[in-house]
């Protein structure tokens, strides 16, 4: 004797089975989707980030000279040495941030500084630094930017703006060291330290900053000699390739 009842049970078993089959294959592909976005992003932190290339060497940060410098410090990459691109931002007429000089958008500067693998140091100059992250973020350049604000207080508003991008403080005494590593917390930072600052402030700050920045020493200074007392990572000079071949200069003659 026959049950349809009972048959009819078992097909819709059998369809639930299926369904709970097919979401299980969904979601084991949507799995595999985000962790290979997520290798992806973690590769690219580890081969261009701002830390993975102060691990491999010092940083020669091409002076305030426009946005034509991000060629030039792609040319600079490829004779092996890290690059970067300090720029100064300032709010256009139309609440666009743009960079100076020559005007030319953030959003710009940002997606062409993306695809040369260059980094990028900017100068807030009073710009909202919520505005400014949005774009750095929305470019994915959140590892490879580092904000430079005038003081303390835009300093404050800067560390606020987003917990990921790194943020220079000017340091000038032992009290700045100890008020910067205070005011940044958890949140990632860099020391800037004028070049005439001592020895033992530059050691100072080594110990808790992310990174040290400063600027050329003057000509009576040797640049490998400042170098060989002070703990720098990022140097900013006006002529990054010229710094970069006389530095390496006494490594070649030495081998």
Do not use: W
Request: proline share 5%.
């Amino acid at each position: 004797m026959s049950h349809p009842e009972k048959g009819d049970g078992i097909s819709v078993c059998c369809n639930a089975t299926s369904s709970r089959r097919c979401l299980k294959k969904i979601a084991f592909a949507a799995t595999l989707c985000v962790a290979s976005v997520t290798l992806l992003a973690i590769h690219h932190t580890k081969t261009s980030g701002i830390m993975a290339r102060i691990h491999h060497g010092l940083i020669m940060c091409a002076s305030n000279t426009g946005t034509q410098n991000i060629a030039q410090a792609a040319t600079i990459s490829s004779i092996e040495r890290p690059s970067m691109v300090r720029l100064s931002l300032t709010s256009g007429a139309d609440g666009q941030v743009d960079v100076e000089p020559g005007s030319s958008s953030l959003a710009t500067v940002l997606d062409t500084a993306s695809h040369s693998n260059t980094l990028l140091m900017l100068d807030l100059h009073g710009t909202d630094p919520k505005k400014v992250a949005r774009q750095v973020s929305k470019a994915h350049m959140r590892d490879r930017v580092i904000f430079v604000p005038a003081d303390y207080k835009d300093a404050a508003a800067a560390l606020k703006a987003d917990s990921k991008v790194m943020v220079a403080i000017h340091v000038n005494s032992e009290r700045d060291a100890y008020n910067a590593h205070r005011m940044a917390g958890r949140h990632p930072y860099a020391a800037y330290l004028s070049p005439s600052a001592s020895p033992s402030l530059f050691s100072l700050v080594h110990r808790d900053a992310e990174a040290i920045i400063t600027d050329t020493p003057s000509s009576q200074v040797s640049t490998a000699d400042f170098l060989a007392n002070r703990p720098v990572d990022i140097m900013i000079t006006h002529q990054p390739y010229q710094l970069t071949t006389s530095l390496a200069a006494p490594l070649a003659h030495a081998e």
